[in-house]
């Protein structure tokens, strides 16, 4: 079985860029979570997908956001692009009793 | 709010100790408490929740609501123990609205 997988696995970009992050759960997993890591931060809660919809999201501005398509992949967008915005990002999916699969990360460096 | 507090940040024992990590959490309703290990060039992945009682690799945690911990614990360490750590808090009755909270990890060596 496939796990969570993640693209791509580093991106680069400079500050006010958009940055696009794509997420492919296990087959059957309908909610995907997204998480950053940042450096001295851990692991903050960013959006939960499930079914198609956004269900809730973590203490991120507006200009974090995504989507959840019909085959329950997702996508994360970062607009404006900040340095802070540097971190490893991870998708994790879920049957939805807590117990993630999560993906490698995408590492996001804004330069 | 909820909070998880690992209050270690590293932790150093040699092969053969015992070892316990720390995990302290605050939330006001009925928690869903987890383990996440995260080995050298691996993913995070899920250890063992406490709803399930059981050992993963001789570790086991217990939950105890009286004082709000959920510490990891195995008797005897071995050297493939070495990882970072993390707990994390769901929000049982949010249905995983809130997603997981975590802990900022304990990083675990074991000495040989």
């Known amino acids: 079985e496939a796990g969570v997988t993640q693209s791509p696995t580093h991106l680069i970009k400079t500050r006010g860029q958009q940055a696009t992050l794509r997420c492919s759960p296990i087959?059957?997993?309908?909610?995907v979570y997204w998480y950053q890591q940042a450096l001295g931060l851990g692991l903050q809660f960013l959006l939960w997908?499930?079914?198609?919809?956004?269900?809730n999201r973590g203490n991120f501005p507006p200009r974090f956001s995504g989507r959840q398509f019909p085959n329950y992949s997702s996508e994360l967008n970062v607009n404006a692009l900040e340095l802070e915005d540097s971190a490893l990002y991870l998708c994790?999916?879920?049957?939805?009793?807590?117990?993630?699969?999560f993906g490698s990360g995408t590492r996001l460096t804004v330069v | 709010a909820q909070r998880v507090t690992q209050p270690e940040k590293l932790l150093s024992v040699f092969k053969g100790a015992p070892v316990e990590l720390k995990c302290n959490y605050s939330y006001s309703g009925s928690p869903e408490l987890f383990w996440y290990v995260q080995y050298s060039r691996q993913r995070l992945q899920l250890l063992l929740r406490h709803i399930s009682r059981e050992s993963i690799k001789g570790f086991t945690a217990d939950l105890n609501k009286g004082e709000t911990s959920f510490h990891l614990k195995k008797p005897f360490a071995q050297e493939e123990d070495s990882a970072m750590y993390y707990c994390a808090l769901s929000s049982r009755s949010g249905g995983g609205a809130d997603g997981l909270t975590f802990g900022k990890g304990t990083h675990l060596i074991i000495q040989p």
């Open positions: 994790a999916s879920s049957l939805g009793w807590g117990g993630y699969t």
């Open positions: 997908y499930d079914e198609g919809e956004e269900r």
């Open positions: 087959s059957g997993h309908t909610s």
